[in-house]
């Protein structure tokens, strides 16, 4: 089943969950696009008042015209997205 909201057209997800002694555990992440794909992991230590949370993240193939518009009659960049994002620290 394919999934089209937001200009995002999801082929396939896997979402791997874990959860003991009050820390979630998301291993895999992964979505993968009609063009392109994001994968990586999560951590949310809810064990004191304030979570301490963990995310790495990493995005390869996807179109730049998808991310980045043509606008006012410019040329679109093309291309293929590659990235990661790696977020650390507290707060909820």
Known sequence: VAVKANQFDVRAVNLGADLKDGILKLDPISFNFNRGELNGT?????????????????????????????????????GRALGRARLEGPGA
């Open 42 to 78: 999560a951590r949310i230590n809810a064990t004191k008042d304030t979570p301490y949370n963990a995310v790495d993240l990493r995005l390869s193939g996807y179109p730049l015209e998808s991310i980045i518009p043509a606008r006012n009659g410019s040329v679109p960049l093309s």
